[in-house]
């Protein structure tokens, strides 16, 4: 039996973010059959799993669980009517990141953890499988070769896990600083949520600092009562909370076409998943019937 194993060199292409003023493009690395893909496959499934153990409280994983985690805030008594909502984004994440630092930051993150092995695995050689796949990130563009001398392909599995690695040392003080005062703190990738009874002084302070910790990150956020985070806009009425479905406003509104060829199952979950997602999101009656009234909208355009 002969064994043929087919690689192809990744290519770049842009894919634009119309969310974002003046429609910036988030750079691809395809490297679905690159030579480094299986390793960097491997090495996701390897430590994807311990970085999510231990870094779930700063950790936002969807709508839902930030929803929970102001309800709890909220119960506790932390939100009053002075209490501002933060929300920032890091900007180019994946294409900053230092890349023997970040990985001397996973060394460091496995090391704090008690992983001298993982799977029977030494971390020195989970290092320089994580070197491979960082610097040998070869790609071509416009019918040039380049290399990837800063930050990792966003394409490659293991890159957003060194991110998120590397993020973990990052915030640091930040969490410490917020987790003193039972403010939350959460990240979902390069998104940044927290919440503040400081002034609006103090908060500056903490985010001149929090731009200080590396020169390569770069925050860029909003700060208020009412903020849109993911999907879920959060609003601070004079200290009660109030979440609705938060739509971008570059966000066309279609979904999958009624009169295409899907199976029947994908409009049903589509209209599924619109309901669920208004039931969990609306804080009163008004945000449901509100948020009901524009998924007819979206809908109707869709017949």
Not at 68 to 87: F, M, Q, S, V
Not at 107 to 135: C, H, M, S, T, W
Not at 184 to 210: K, Q
């Amino acid at each position: 039996v002969i064994l043929i194993l087919i690689y192809y060199i990744a290519y770049l292409y842009f894919i634009p973010k119309p969310h974002k003023a003046g429609t910036p493009l988030r750079p691809i690395v395809s490297s679905m059959n690159m030579p480094t893909a299986g390793i960097s496959k491997f090495l996701d499934k390897l430590i994807r799993p311990i970085f999510d153990k231990h870094a779930r409280s700063t950790t936002i994983i969807d709508g839902v669980d930030l929803i929970h985690r102001l309800e709890a805030y909220t119960t506790n008594g932390h939100l009053i009517p002075k209490t501002y909502l933060c929300t920032f984004d890091i900007t180019d994440l994946y294409t900053i990141l230092p890349q023997e630092e970040s990985l001397d930051i996973l060394i460091e993150f496995l090391l704090q953890y008690g992983y001298q092995k993982v799977q029977n695995i030494p971390i020195d050689i989970i290092r320089k499988l994580a070197l491979i796949v960082i610097k040998e990130d070869v790609f071509v563009y416009e019918k040039k070769f380049y290399r990837q001398a800063i930050g990792g392909a966003l394409g490659s599995a293991f890159t957003l896990t060194l991110a998120n690695i590397f993020m973990w040392k990052w915030e640091k003080q930040l969490v410490h600083r917020l987790k003193v005062s039972n403010e939350i703190y959460g990240r979902y990738v390069d998104d940044i949520f927290f919440t503040s009874n400081d002034s609006l002084e103090c908060i500056d302070e903490i985010l001149d600092e929090a731009n200080n910790f590396h020169p390569n990150i770069k925050l860029v956020g909003q700060i208020g009562r009412s903020v849109p985070f993911l999907d879920v806009l959060i609003e601070n009425r004079k200290g009660t909370l109030t979440i609705s479905v938060h739509h971008k406003e570059a966000a066309e509104p279609y979904v999958v076409p009624f009169g295409s060829d899907h199976p029947g199952h994908v409009f049903r979950n589509t209209v599924d998943t619109a309901i669920k997602r208004a039931v969990r999101y609306s804080t009163t009656l008004f945000e449901f019937e509100e948020e009901i009234r524009q998924m007819k909208l979206v809908f109707l355009y869709n017949e």
